[in-house]
């Protein structure tokens, strides 16, 4: 099978690499986004897709617009290919593009749709505390995630994932899914099913404000905001910012959904189980970190990072910051 491969990020990366190890398929070449210029030496640096390619010596296309670019539309369309991919490319497809290959184009969305249809699926999975999510693979058309279901993949989600492990795991996910897909489709043993518009919901683009924590929401709350924005959530300390990377939900709702590491805090409990206003530091829990009372509830500090420097556990902070009892997050000075 010819295959033409639209995708950019990390997340696909391994369906790629599942295709250009499968005998089955053929890569004909890669779309992907335009270099972007990243780092302190803002040096122009390849996507993550363009650097596999590369080393496969594969044909790369990189338009600002795929759509709006009359030499890439050519090329596409004249390379033969059965069918296009698209893994986290970045561009929505014209009907144009759509129509090229024999077989359609095959999209590989992490989640389970109807559900998060949209840019960030992942990351909205985990702020919206869902214990299951997945892959499914779909036949695009030119609406939003709209297209026809092929196969569904499920995985759970653990209390402590954070969006970066959830992607990882979900992109090994969609890439074997993938393969069975395109082999499915080929033999004509796949029925598409149409979703479901009135059980759809969205993922949008993250914004600036979505990493703003507010200590009077309730702990769990603030914990799958900070696992599903990871490693971006701040906060403010002693008028400077404050990012806070990993955080533990404590209190009985929780400690049989924690890693035995954490039952010591259980047997804590009615020590460390005082009170305070929302972002007060309540206790400081040895080895652990601070404990931070919420609108509800109270949450470890697990990881930190202050600016300018590198992350650093919870209890490592607690001691080179000489935290108190009774300071506040998120008081401005």
Excluded at 80 to 88: N, R
Excluded at 129 to 134: F, L, Q
Excluded at 212 to 237: E, M, Y
Excluded at 271 to 282: D, K, M, T, Y
Aim: hydrophobic share 40%.
């Amino acid at each position: 099978m010819k295959v033409i491969f639209f995708g950019t990020p990390d997340f696909a990366v391994p369906a790629l690499e599942k295709l250009l190890k499968h005998p089955g398929f053929e890569v004909l070449g890669v779309v992907t986004q335009p270099d972007k210029r990243r780092g302190r030496g803002n040096e122009l640096t390849p996507s993550p897709v363009k650097a596999v390619a590369a080393q496969h010596n594969l044909p790369v296309w990189q338009p600002e617009r795929v759509k709006k670019d009359p030499e890439t539309l050519a090329q596409l369309k004249n390379a033969g290919a059965d069918v296009f991919v698209v893994v986290a490319y970045g561009q929505i497809l014209s009907q144009e593009i759509l129509d090229m290959p024999k077989l359609g184009c095959i999209n590989v969305h992490a989640s389970l749709l109807p559900k998060y249809r949209g840019a960030a699926p992942v990351q909205w999975c985990l702020y919206n505390g869902e214990t299951e999510t997945g892959i499914t693979t779909m036949l695009m058309d030119a609406g939003m995630d709209t297209g026809a279901m092929l196969l569904k993949a499920y995985t759970p989600i653990d209390l402590l994932t954070n969006a970066q492990e959830l992607a990882l795991k979900l992109a090994h996910q969609g890439a074997d899914l993938l393969v069975e897909t395109l082999l499915q489709l080929e033999r004509g043993e796949i029925q598409p099913v149409a979703q479901d518009a009135s059980e759809a919901t969205y993922a949008p683009l993250i914004k600036k404000e979505d990493y703003k924590l507010d200590w009077g929401r309730a702990a769990i709350a603030l914990h799958n905001q900070i696992r599903g924005f990871f490693p971006d959530c701040v906060t403010s300390f002693r008028g400077k910012e404050l990012k806070i990377a990993a955080t533990v939900p404590l209190g009985p709702d929780y400690w049989k959904r924690l890693p035995s590491e954490f039952r010591v805090l259980e047997v804590d409990w009615p020590a460390l189980c005082r009170s305070g206003h929302p972002g007060e530091v309540i206790s400081i829990a040895r080895g652990f970190g601070p404990i931070i009372q919420t609108g509800e509830g109270l949450l470890l500090l697990q990881q930190v990072q202050l600016a300018g420097k590198r992350i650093q556990t919870g209890w490592d902070f607690a001691n080179g910051a000489r935290l108190t009892v009774g300071e506040r997050l998120g008081i401005s000075q």
